[in-house]
């Protein structure tokens, strides 16, 4: 894995709110294959940082590069057109749409050139492959929690992205829904998807990620794989404390 090509690179990437920095000055790696997981406590900066890979926010400084091109400074449509998916901490679903109108939307967006039918049976096949066939003839807003994260990241790869952005998406599942939850990261990065989440569910951490990379108050602290991570004392100190 280590000597895998670098698909992600974040170079001195900051990010401030007013007087506060969210970002501090972040280098990364994110390698072709790998599911990498991005941790931190709670303000840590992992959302923001998401929003500047994935243009959702400007960049104050640093620069981000997708296959070796440079995306800071362009639009979410573009750097979703490149190949990069990504789901939000909070669901973002559209409860007045069917079930497979919020997955379609993704499909009809994302491969350029793509038709009408070939989006529909995409759509299918990603519903089956994420495992909401079972809400087919459900309302969306009666979806369970579980169910509305599925949702997002069954749109998310309707885009057909080479590399995914997951935003926690095991927090409030309970232990069976954080066991699937991990399988389909695994069946994710199986088809040939990167993968990189932020997640707080050490279980699931410690158990999928490749290599970890861990921020505090904005800045990169710590990276290694989970065992490594697992035995930092630094990160045991400001984050993990007795969890693992
Ligand atoms: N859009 C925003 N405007 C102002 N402050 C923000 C915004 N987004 C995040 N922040 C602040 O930036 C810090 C990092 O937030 P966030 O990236 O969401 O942390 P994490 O995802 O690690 O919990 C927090 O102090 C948060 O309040
Ligand atoms: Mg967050």
Not at 14 to 17: D, L, P, Y
Not at 35 to 38: E, S, T
Not at 195 to 198: E, F, G, K, N, R
Not at 235 to 242: D, Q, T
């Given at each position: 894995m280590s000597n895998n090509a670098v698909l992600i690179k974040g170079e001195g990437l900051?990010?401030?709110?007013g007087g506060m920095t969210a970002v501090n000055c972040v280098d990364f790696e994110l390698r072709e294959g790998e599911?990498?997981?991005?941790i931190g406590p709670n303000g840590a900066g992992k959302s923001t940082l998401f929003n500047l890979i994935s243009g959702f926010l400007p960049t104050?400084?640093?620069?981000?590069?997708?296959?070796?091109?440079?995306?800071?400074?362009?639009?979410?449509d573009k750097i979703c057109h490149l190949g990069l998916g990504r789901t939000f901490q909070a669901a973002k679903n559209f409860p007045d749409m069917?079930?497979?109108d919020n997955v379609r939307m993704g499909a009809l967006f994302g491969p350029v050139g793509q038709t009408y039918a070939q989006a529909d049976q995409e759509t299918d096949e990603i519903l089956a492959f994420v495992g909401l066939d079972r809400f087919m003839d459900t309302a969306v807003p009666d979806i369970p929690l579980a169910g509305q994260k599925q949702i997002e990241v069954a749109r998310a790869?309707?885009?057909?992205?080479t590399v995914l952005l997951l935003d926690e998406m095991m927090a409030g599942l309970n232990p069976t829904e954080v066991d699937e939850a991990m399988a389909l990261v695994r069946k994710i990065r199986d088809t040939g998807v990167t993968?990189?989440?932020?997640e707080h569910v050490m279980k699931a951490v410690?158990?999928?990620c490749d290599r970890i990379i861990v921020l505090h108050h904005g800045a990169l602290i710590a990276e290694g794989t989970p065992a490594e991570i697992a035995g930092n004392k630094e990160?045991?100190?400001?984050?993990?404390?007795?969890e693992v």
């Open positions: 900051v990010k401030k709110f599911i990498l997981g991005l104050d400084s640093g620069v981000c590069t997708f296959g070796g091109k440079k995306i800071t400074g362009k639009s979410p069917s079930l497979r790869l309707a885009t057909k992205p993968v990189l989440l932020i410690m158990n999928i990160v045991i100190e400001i984050y993990l404390g007795g």
